[in-house]
């Protein structure tokens, strides 16, 4: 199967402070990769496709300077939220596409950022 | 407005009973996936279905494809208690970017013993 591990699971910071997620492909190259916020009890809201090699595309509303994205290498994409405040809180899930159906998505464990 | 509305949104049963979830829209869909999340982890692919009128079944559960590939029905026989998680549909439509998902808004099953 595909196996995609994000990290870290759990983040607790200082408001003000940035922190990075890491969304990696185990066992597979991912062109693409996708960024999922989810609100307690709430659906998956995509926030932005990674790219390989190019620019993320942001959803509508997401800041693209508050979520820095990075997809430097094929098993790889970073997310990181700068200055991250309380309200940034949330559960942020990544996914893998494997070949071009980006349909078929493969998704980490998620990481619960609280931020203090 | 959510392009997939997914029913009911919450569901408690006892465990043996049976259920069925239901994700629609007015949208067509080039394929449509289930999935399943446990709290604190990511969602796991159940199944999925690409051809109108689909049936594929897994175990106890019986995934559904309409027709007209808007809408799938998720059902699931003698309910048991590790069946309890967050059930979501996602779609896939055909576009510039390649199939692209769009998440429905879940349904809490809990299944009590």
């Known amino acids: 199967g595909a196996v995609v591990s994000q990290h870290p699971s759990r983040v607790i910071c200082k408001s003000g402070t940035s922190v990075k997620i890491e969304c990696r492909s185990l066992?597979?190259?991912?062109?693409?990769m996708f960024w999922y916020r989810q609100f307690p009890k709430q659906s998956l809201m995509l926030m932005a496709t990674s790219n390989e090699g190019s620019k993320a595309t942001y959803e509508q509303g997401v800041e693209k300077d508050k979520f820095l994205i990075n997809h430097a290498s094929l098993t790889l994409s970073t997310l990181t939220v700068t200055s991250a405040h309380p309200e940034d809180s949330s559960f942020y899930i990544c996914?893998?596409?494997?070949?071009?159906?980006?349909?078929?998505?493969?998704f980490g464990a998620g990481t619960r950022l609280s931020v203090l | 407005t959510q392009l997939l509305e997914q029913s009911p949104q919450f569901l408690s049963i006892q465990e043996g009973e049976n259920l069925t979830v239901y994700c629609n829209s007015s949208s067509v869909f080039s394929s449509l996936q289930w999935y399943r999340q446990e709290p604190g982890e990511g969602p796991v692919l159940l199944v999925t279905v690409v051809t109108g009128g689909e049936v594929k079944k897994l175990k106890r559960l019986t995934f559904q494809f309409g027709d007209a590939r808007k809408d799938s029905s998720l059902h699931i026989t003698a309910a048991q208690t590790g069946d309890t998680g967050l059930y979501l549909c996602a779609g896939a439509k055909r576009n510039n970017a390649g199939n692209m998902l769009t998440f429905g808004g879940g349904t809490r099953l809990m299944v009590k013993p």
């Open positions: 066992d597979f190259q991912a062109t693409t």
């Open positions: 996914s893998a596409a494997r070949g071009t159906a980006k349909n078929i998505q493969y």
